[in-house]
């Protein structure tokens, strides 16, 4: 096993057998304890075709980085086509969202890893390690489990995402504006908040919409006229528009009639 045009590499180390791949450069731990010569070596062996028969099964991709570059950048990715094939129906904002995470967070850091470099240790160690809050570890869990779960599904890894231990989301209290900030921000009078906002005056008044009625931006992208209600001071919430133009229902369906203070009114 030791010609350099053989596929793999066998050799004992620490107790343990460790292989090479023909295109690799170093060695890796089969996690197989040497013990008995005869018996083990042939166990990592079988090991070793085992992930030849995984990387003939990736189709040209030849580490995580090439498999994952498929993924989110339109509605030809794996995920889309599978999701919508099973009926549902999916924002190009969510989409968008799951690409930033892997070009920003994943791929950075598993990029250039071969399948086999990869294990549920070493991602919950990068994951847990982010400083980030729990809920956006979370998110981008939610990301990298989709991947995972196809490169499972394909026999290019061994383990599953369900083996990943998702982060656990801690619930804190988010910051707020104080009365004194949402005056500065958002004056009574006309005149003034004019002044504050200068030609951005439109957007001021969209922003003291927002924050004087909790709506969502997709849930304010829908409003018209008609559903102002200026009698009782109130909005009717009953659909969305998403960035990728598609009118839908609130989210949860909540549709749901919100009153409007009388400053934002």
């Known amino acids: 096993m030791g010609r350099k045009s053989d596929p793999y590499r066998i050799k004992e180390q620490d107790g343990y057998w460790y292989y090479k791949l023909r295109d690799e450069t170093s060695f890796h731990s089969t996690g197989i304890k040497v013990e008995n010569p005869k018996s083990t070596r042939r166990k990592a062996e079988r090991y070793c075709e085992k992930l030849l028969a995984i990387s003939s099964a990736a189709r040209g991709f030849t580490n995580f980085g090439e498999y994952a570059g498929q993924y989110f950048k339109d509605e030809n990715c794996p995920w889309w086509i599978r999701r919508t094939g099973a009926g549902k129906v999916l924002n190009v904002d969510t989409r968008e969202q799951h690409r930033a995470r892997l070009d920003n967070h994943i791929l950075p850091q598993f990029e250039k ?41 394909e026999g290019l890894i061994s383990f599953s995402a369900a083996d990943i231990t998702s982060p656990v989301v801690h619930n804190q209290e988010k910051e707020i504006l104080t009365d004194a900030d949402a005056l500065k921000l958002f004056p009574e ?12 005056y439109q957007t001021g008044v969209f922003m003291a919409l927002l924050f004087s009625t909790g709506l969502r931006t997709s849930e304010a992208r829908a409003l018209d006229w008609a559903a102002v209600n ?24 909540a549709i749901r009639v919100v009153p409007i203070p009388t400053r934002t009114i």
């Not at 390690?129 to 489990?145: A, E, F, V």
């Open 230 to 253: 200026w009698k009782v001071k109130g909005l009717k919430v009953i659909q969305t528009i998403n960035k990728d133009g598609r009118i839908w229902v609130p989210k949860g369906k």
């Open 189 to 200: 009078n006309t005149s003034e908040l004019k002044e504050v906002w200068g030609k951005a």
């Open 113 to 153: 890893h071969r399948f086999n470099e990869l294990s549920p240790v070493a991602i919950e160690r990068w994951i847990f390690s982010l400083n980030y809050s729990s809920q956006w570890k979370k998110h981008i869990y939610g990301t990298m489990k989709i991947i995972i779960g196809d490169l499972r599904r």
